[in-house]
Nanobody, 120 residues
Framework: QVQLAESGGGSVESGGSLKLSCVAS????????MAWFRQSPGKEREEVAK???????IYGNFVRGRFYLARDVAKNTLYLQMYKLEPEDTAMYYC??????????????WGQGTQVTVSS
């Protein structure tokens, strides 16, 4: 059974940092396309960052060098380190996986989300 479990969200002040984690189970996350998305009330869901099983990491334009995505293959875990957080980053953050390793397919599996709230 494929599962994605996010953690690490919280409330921080503007300029603060958070590190999100996504523990994958039921599949080898190192062979999948993995991504972080976010959605805030009244807004479209947007892709924060994604990584194919092999290849470069792609970030959303709004990241502007503030976030870093990484994998720990041994722990089957995906991370999103976020620095210089802004109130506009307030959203529910979701981990997602596509078993198409090149990221050319749809994201089939989603976690429950972890809330990030940034105050000014």
């Amino acid at each position: 059974q494929v599962q994605l479990a996010e953690s690490g969200g919280g409330s921080v002040e503007s300029g603060g940092s958070l590190k999100l984690s996504c523990v994958a189970s039921g599949f080898d996350a190192g062979r999948a396309c993995m991504a972080w998305f976010r959605q805030s009330p009244g807004k479209e869901r947007e892709e924060v960052a994604k990584t194919a099983s092999v290849g470069a990491i792609i970030y959303g334009n709004f990241v502007r060098g503030r976030f870093y995505l990484a994998r720990d293959v041994a722990k089957n875990t995906l991370y999103l380190q976020m620095y210089k957080l802004e109130p506009e980053d307030t959203a529910m953050y979701y981990c997602a996986a596509s078993l198409t390793p090149t990221c050319m397919g749809d994201f089939t599996y989603w976690g429950q989300g972890t809330q990030v709230t940034v105050s000014s």
